[in-house]
C-alpha cells in the first residue's frame, strides 16, 4: 500500500466508539464505491472538518473478522449474483480490538434498503445452540443446523461519522480471504468504500466528493468476490466480469 493511510487520518477528530454507536444505521441504504488505494489521498484531502474518525484505544485503521456461513450449496451466495431482490447474508463479525463478536443477519430489500439485525456472541460458547438456532430462524428463512462456514475474510477499516448528516462511511483495505483460516489470498491494492445513510442523496456529504472524482456506485460484495476467488466452479459469468473489473483497478493482469 503506497499511500500513508495513518498520516492521513491523523487529519481527523476522533470520536469513541460510544458516540459513533449513536450514529449506528441499522435500517439503511448502501452504496459501495471501489478505487486503487493510492487514490484514497485525493479522495480525502479536504474531508476533515466535515468527518470525525472512530478510534479504539488510539488505532483508526482497526482490524475486522469476518465468518460466513451458507447451505452447503450455496444459496444466499447464488441469490446474489442471480440479482435476487430479497436476499440475506448471515455471518460472524469479531473486533479482535475490543473483543467484541456478532452473529449477524443482513437483509436486502427492494430499493436497495438493507436491515441488519445481530446477537452478541462468544468464541468459548459453542456455535450450535438454542440461542444461535432461535436467532437465524427468526430473521432468515434458513435453519442454522442447515448452515456451514463458507468463507473467512480480514481486513483492515476506517470509519468516518459526518458531524451534521446521518452519515456513516467505512473505508475498507487490507482484504484477505480464506477457506480455512491458514491460506489466505488478497484482494489487491484496492479500498472498499461504503456509505451508509438514512436516504440515498447525491447532493450531500461522501456522495458528492466521490462524484468530483469521476467514481461511481458498483455491486461490491466481499462474501461473493471471495467464494468466487476461491470456488472456482462457483465463478458464474456475472462475477467473471466483476473480477476483471477488480484486476483492471489494482492494474494487475
Known amino acids: 500500500m503506497s499511500v500513508d493511510l495513518q498520516h492521513l487520518l491523523n487529519h481527523f477528530e476522533p470520536i469513541s466508539l460510544d458516540a459513533a454507536d449513536k450514529a449506528r444505521l441499522m435500517n439503511r441504504v448502501d452504496s459501495k464505491f471501489v478505487v486503487p488505494v493510492d487514490k484514497l489521498e485525493e479522495i480525502l484531502e479536504g474531508t476533515w472538518s466535515d468527518y470525525q474518525v472512530l478510534s479504539i484505544k488510539g488505532e483508526r485503521n482497526l482490524p475486522y473478522r469476518t465468518r460466513y456461513l451458507d447451505t452447503p450449496d450455496f444459496a ?8 435476487k431482490l430479497n436476499r440475506y447474508k448471515i455471518r460472524f463479525r469479531e473486533y479482535p480490538l475490543t473483543g467484541m463478536r456478532f452473529l449477524e443477519s443482513k437483509f436486502k430489500m427492494n430499493h436497495n434498503r438493507t436491515i441488519k439485525k445481530r446477537i452478541s456472541r462468544r468464541e468459548r460458547i459453542p456455535e450450535e445452540n438454542e440461542v444461535e ?22 481486513f483492515k ?14 473505508i475498507d483495505t487490507d482484504i484477505f480471504f480464506s477457506t480455512d483460516k491458514k491460506h489466505w489470498k488478497a484482494l489487491g491494492d484496492l479500498a472498499v468504500i461504503e456509505l451508509k445513510q438514512e436516504q440515498f442523496s447525491r447532493h450531500v456529504g461522501f456522495t458528492r466528493i ?8 458498483v ?14 466452479d462457483r465463478k458464474i459469468n456475472r462475477m467473471k466480469q466483476k473480477i476483471r473489473m477488480l484486476n483492471k483497478l489494482t492494474k494487475h493482469p
Open 157 to 170: 477499516r476506517v470509519s468516518l461519522v459526518h458531524k451534521t448528516v446521518n452519515e456513516r462511511i467505512t
Open 219 to 232: 455491486g461490491f460484495s466481499k462474501y461473493c468476490i471471495g467464494v468466487s476467488m476461491l470456488y472456482p
Open 210 to 217: 466521490l462524484h468530483r472524482h469521476g467514481i461511481r456506485p
Open 133 to 154: 438456532d432461535q436467532f437465524v430462524m427468526e430473521q432468515t428463512p434458513y435453519n442454522r443446523e442447515d448452515l456451514e462456514t463458507k468463507l473467512y475474510n480480514r
Open 76 to 83: 444466499m451466495f447464488n441469490a446474489h449474483v442471480n440479482g
